[in-house]
RNA sequence: GGAUCAGUAGCUCAGUGGUCAGAGCAGGGGACUCAUAAUCCCUUGGUCGGUGGUUCAAGCCCACCCUGAUCCA
C-alpha cells in the first residue's frame, strides 16, 4: 500500500495569554490524529506556530516596559514547554514572527496585488491621540447603542449580545488609556472575496463539515465584504512591501503561519516547501475551532488559490470545551490553565479524558470533573492498567520472569480483538476517538472476565506452566491494547514497548504473537486521580483570579490608610449610632440575597430604578430603589444585592414594591448597593 | 433581533421510523484476593425538554414553545 503524504496543522495559540483547557481539546485532538498517522506507516507532518503579532501584543509588551520580541519570545519558552508536557508530538513548532513568513506573506500579498485583486478603501476608524494609534473593536469601550449598557468593548455587547462597529458606541473611550478617540479616515487595503463566490461556495461543501459550510454559506444571500487586510502603524507585524507605515493585520501571516512552519522544517531535511505543499499526492488538514471557521474556510482558500498555491484538503472544526457543563468560569474555578492543571493532575489522564469524549464533531464537549476521576480511575487504572499490573508481576513472581506459549481460550480472545482492529483505526481515521476507546475498554473488559475466570492465583499453587500460558494470553491482550492507545497514551506505550522489551509499537505490530520472551520488571503505568487533587486545581484556578483583585484591593488600603494618617481628626461616624436592640429584634429583619434579573429606569421618577429580583422563589420580585442617581440600570443587571425581604408591600405611584435594597449613603449623598463578597445562592438569608 | 447546534437514567453518552429505549460510571447486594481498596457476578434507576401534528407505528419526521451553548464577518 503506498504510504499517505499529510501535512496536518493546528491553529496557531495567540502568544498573549496562557494556554488552557480549552486550548487541548485542539491540540490534543490533532496529535492523536497525526500519531495515529504515523503509526499507519504514513507519512505525516505536524507543524504549529505561536501567532505573534497584532496590537493586543504590542500594546501589553508597552505596559511591560519592553519589546514586543521579548514578549513573544519569553512566550514562546513557556508554551513549548506545556507542550512538551503535554505530550505533544510537533515535528516543530515556531513563530510567525520568522524570516520565512515575512518572505511568504509578501509574496502571497505581491502576487494578489499583480492580478488585481487587492483593492483600496478609505475607512472610518477610531484613533486615541495620547495612545497614538488606531483602535481596534476590544480596544475600544463605551456606552451600547442598543440597550445603552456602560463599559462595553467595541464589537459587541455582553450585556444585550448586540453586535456592531466601535464607531458606533456612545461615549466611546480608549480602553488602554481611557482617553476619548476622535473619528479618523484612513485608506486600507482589501482583498476582495464577492469574485470568488462561485469558488468558496463549491470549495465550502467540498472541504469542511455540513454543519460549517451551512454556516457559513448564509453569508452567501448578500454581496461577500471584503476583507481587511491591513493596519496602519504603530503596528507589531510585518510591514506591507510598497505602501508607508502599513502592516499586514495579523490574521493574514498567522495561517501563512502553516506554510513558514511547515518551510523551516523542509529546509532542515534538505526539502522545499513546495515538496510538500505543492505535491499533488500531499494531504493537507487543518484542525481549527469554530469561532476561526471563516478565515480558514473563506479568506484562506480563497488566498491560497489566486496566489497559486493548493487549498487544504479539508478543515476539521471542533466545537469549544464546557467545564461541568458550563462555560469555563473563572469566578468557580473552572477556567484551568495548562499550567495549573500540570501542577495538580498528569497530562496523560488528561489526554485519555479527552480521548474518551472526541468524536469528530462540531459540537461543544464537556470535561465534566467529575467523570474525569471516573474515567481514569475505572476506566484506564482500574480495567485496562490493571491486567499488565496483575499479569506482569504474577510472571515475575511465580514463572520466572518469562513469557509462554498462550493457552486456548486467551489466544481466541486475542484472535477476536485482533478482528476489531480495522474498526478501531477507522475510528481514529475519522477522529472518531471515543469509539476507539470503547472498543479498548470492551476488550479489557473481556480480558479481565477471562482472567478472572482462569483463576491464575490458584491455578499457579498446581500448574505453573498452565499460570505461564494465561498469564502470556493477558499480556498479549494488554499490548494489544497499549498499541491501540499509543496515539493517545505515547509515554505510557514507550513504557510497555519497555515492559515486553521491545522497539517503538505501529500497528502492524498488533498482528504479531509475544510469546518465549522475558518481561520486564513492572512499573506504574498511570495514577489514579485522588479527587482531592482536582478539588485542590479548582481552588487554585480561582486563587489565580483573587490575587489579582486582591492587589488592587491591597492598594486603595493602603491609599486608605494614608489618607487616615493625614485627617486623624475625623472619626465620628457620618450619622448618629442608632439605639442598641436586642438579636430578637435584629432576627425579625428577613435579610436575603437578591440576583438582579432585570433593571429599568422609571419613566416619572428621576430618583427610581425598577428592579426585577431573584430571590430563589418561585416567582421574582418587583422592587422600586430610589438609587438611580448612583447607578445606571445596565450596571446592576447580572448584579447580587442584599434586600429587606419581609417588609410589608408598598404600593406605589409606580406599582407595588415587595422589599428594599440595602445600600449605604456616602458623604457627597450617593449610593453604595451592598453585595455579597462571592457570588452566592438567590435566597440565602443573611444571619 | 436573526441563525446554527444540543436537550435520552444521578453523571457522561449510544441509539438507519419497527419487539420491552441501551452502555459505562456512580448507587445497592454478593464473590474473590493475583492486582494501584483494583477485578468478577447480580441488581435499582427513564413521562427520551414541553405541546400539538404526520404515520399502522415517533426518542427519531413536521410545527410551535422552553432551556443551554455558539455565531452574526
Known amino acids: 500500500m503506498d504510504k499517505r503524504k499529510i501535512i496536518v496543522t493546528s491553529a496557531l495559540p495567540y502568544a498573549n495569554g496562557a494556554l488552557h483547557l480549552g486550548h487541548l481539546v485542539e491540540y490534543l485532538q490533532t496529535d492523536f490524529w497525526v500519531r495515529y498517522q504515523r503509526m499507519m506507516g504514513n507519512d505525516c507532518v505536524y507543524v504549529c506556530a505561536d501567532d505573534t503579532h497584532g496590537t493586543p501584543i504590542?500594546?501589553?509588551?508597552?505596559?511591560?516596559?519592553?519589546?514586543?520580541?521579548?514578549?513573544?519570545?519569553?512566550?514562546?519558552?513557556?508554551?513549548?514547554?506545556?507542550?512538551?508536557?503535554?505530550?505533544?508530538?510537533?515535528?516543530?513548532?515556531?513563530?510567525?514572527?520568522?524570516?520565512?513568513?515575512?518572505?511568504?506573506?509578501?509574496?502571497?500579498?505581491?502576487?494578489?496585488?499583480?492580478?488585481?485583486?487587492?483593492?483600496?478603501?478609505?475607512?472610518?476608524?477610531?484613533?486615541?491621540?495620547?495612545?497614538?494609534?488606531?483602535?481596534?473593536?476590544?480596544?475600544?469601550?463605551?456606552?451600547?447603542?442598543?440597550?445603552?449598557?456602560?463599559?462595553?468593548?467595541?464589537?459587541?455587547?455582553?450585556?444585550?449580545?448586540?453586535?456592531?462597529?466601535?464607531?458606533?458606541?456612545?461615549?466611546?473611550?480608549?480602553?488602554?488609556?481611557?482617553?476619548?478617540?476622535?473619528?479618523?479616515?484612513?485608506?486600507?487595503?482589501?482583498?476582495e472575496l464577492e469574485p470568488f463566490r462561485a469558488f468558496l461556495r463549491e470549495w465550502l461543501s467540498a472541504h469542511t463539515d455540513a454543519a460549517t459550510a451551512g454556516k457559513l454559506l448564509e453569508w452567501f444571500n448578500e454581496p461577500l465584504r471584503g476583507w481587511n487586510i491591513s493596519r496602519d502603524k504603530p503596528y507589531f507585524g510585518f510591514a506591507i512591501p510598497g505602501e508607508k507605515d502599513k502592516f499586514f493585520y495579523?490574521?493574514?501571516?498567522?495561517?501563512?503561519?502553516?506554510?513558514?512552519?511547515?518551510?523551516?522544517?523542509?529546509?532542515?531535511?534538505?526539502?522545499?516547501?513546495?515538496?510538500?505543499?505543492?505535491?499533488?499526492?500531499?494531504?493537507?488538514?487543518?484542525?481549527?475551532?469554530?469561532?476561526?471557521?471563516?478565515?480558514?474556510?473563506?479568506f484562506w482558500p480563497a488566498l491560497l488559490e489566486n496566489a497559486g498555491w493548493r487549498t487544504p484538503t479539508q478543515v476539521f472544526v471542533h466545537g469549544f470545551l464546557q467545564v461541568n457543563g458550563e462555560k469555563m468560569s473563572k469566578s468557580k474555578g473552572t477556567f484551568i490553565s495548562a499550567a495549573t492543571y500540570l501542577k495538580h493532575l498528569p497530562a496523560q489522564s488528561l489526554r485519555f479524558y479527552y480521548a474518551c469524549k472526541l468524536n469528530g464533531s462540531v459540537d461543544d464537549m464537556d470535561l465534566n470533573l467529575q467523570d474525569f476521576v471516573g474515567r481514569v480511575n475505572s476506566d484506564l487504572v482500574g480495567k485496562i492498567t490493571n491486567l499488565a499490573s496483575r499479569g506482569a508481576q504474577m510472571i515475575n513472581k511465580s514463572c520466572g520472569g518469562r513469557l509462554g506459549a498462550m493457552d486456548a481460550e486467551s489466544r481466541a480472545l486475542l484472535t477476536e480483538c485482533r478482528a476489531q482492529l480495522s474498526e478501531v483505526l477507522e475510528a481514529y481515521e475519522r477522529r472518531d476517538f471515543c469509539r476507539a476507546m470503547v472498543i479498548v475498554r470492551e476488550w479489557a473488559d473481556r480480558a479481565n472476565q477471562l482472567f478472572d475466570a482462569k483463576m491464575p492465583w490458584k491455578l499457579v499453587k498446581e500448574d505453573v506452566e498452565a499460570t505461564r500460558a494465561v498469564l502470556t494470553g493477558t499480556l498479549n491482550l494488554f499490548r494489544l491494547m497499549a498499541i491501540v492507545l499509543k496515539p493517545v497514551l505515547p509515554v505510557y506505550a514507550a513504557k510497555v514497548e519497555t515492559l515486553f522489551g521491545e522497539a517503538p509499537y505501529a500497528f502492524a505490530d498488533a498482528a504479531r504473537?509475544?510469546?518465549?520472551?522475558?518481561?520486564?520488571?513492572?512499573?506504574?503505568?498511570?495514577?489514579?486521580?485522588?479527587?482531592?487533587?482536582?478539588e485542590a486545581m479548582v481552588e487554585a484556578s480561582k486563587e489565580s483570579l483573587k490575587t489579582a483583585s486582591k492587589t488592587l484591593a491591597e492598594k486603595d488600603i493602603k491609599k486608605g490608610i494614608r489618607q487616615l494618617a493625614t485627617k486623624p481628626a475625623e472619626v465620628a461616624f457620618p450619622e448618629p449610632l442608632a439605639e442598641t436592640i436586642g438579636i430578637e429584634d435584629f432576627a425579625k429583619v428577613d435579610l436575603r440575597v437578591a440576583s438582579v434579573l432585570a433593571a429599568e429606569a422609571v419613566e416619572g421618577s428621576d430618583k427610581l430604578l425598577r428592579l426585577t429580583l431573584d430571590v430563589g422563589e418561585a416567582r421574582p420580585r418587583t422592587v422600586f430603589a430610589g438609587i438611580r442617581k448612583s447607578y445606571a440600570p445596565e450596571a446592576l443587571v447580572g448584579q447580587q444585592v442584599v434586600m429587606v425581604a419581609n417588609l410589608a408591600p408598598r404600593k406605589m405611584r409606580f406599582g407595588v414594591s415587595e422589599g428594599m435594597v440595602v445600600a449605604s449613603t456616602d458623604p457627597d449623598g450617593s449610593f453604595r448597593v451592598m453585595q455579597p463578597l462571592t457570588p452566592t445562592a438567590p435566597g440565602a438569608r443573611l444571619h
Open 58 to 191: 504590542m500594546i501589553r509588551a508597552r505596559k511591560e516596559g519592553i519589546t514586543p520580541e521579548a514578549l513573544i519570545n519569553r512566550s514562546y519558552r513557556a508554551r513549548v514547554r506545556e507542550f512538551d508536557a503535554f505530550e505533544m508530538g510537533f515535528d516543530l513548532y515556531g513563530s510567525t514572527n520568522c524570516d520565512e513568513n515575512r518572505a511568504l506573506s509578501e509574496s502571497i500579498y505581491l502576487k494578489l496585488k499583480e492580478k488585481g485583486l487587492i483593492s483600496r478603501r478609505s475607512v472610518d476608524q477610531l484613533y486615541c491621540d495620547s495612545c497614538g494609534m488606531f483602535l481596534p473593536g476590544r480596544f475600544v469601550k463605551g456606552t451600547c447603542p442598543k440597550c445603552g449598557a456602560k463599559d462595553q468593548y467595541g464589537d459587541g455587547c455582553e450585556v444585550c449580545n448586540a453586535t456592531y462597529n466601535a464607531g458606533e458606541l456612545l461615549e466611546p473611550y480608549c480602553a488602554v488609556c481611557g482617553g476619548k478617540p476622535s473619528m479618523r479616515q484612513s485608506e486600507q487595503l482589501f482583498f
Open 250 to 298: 495579523v490574521w493574514l501571516d498567522a495561517p501563512v503561519g502553516y506554510m513558514a512552519t511547515l518551510e523551516r522544517w523542509a529546509k532542515a531535511r534538505g526539502q522545499t516547501l513546495q515538496d510538500w505543499w505543492q505535491d499533488p499526492k500531499a494531504e493537507i488538514y487543518h484542525f481549527i475551532g469554530k469561532d476561526i471557521v471563516r478565515f480558514h474556510c473563506l
Open 513 to 534: 504473537d509475544v510469546e518465549g520472551t522475558p518481561i520486564g520488571a513492572y512499573e506504574h503505568l498511570a495514577a489514579r486521580i485522588d479527587p482531592k487533587a482536582v
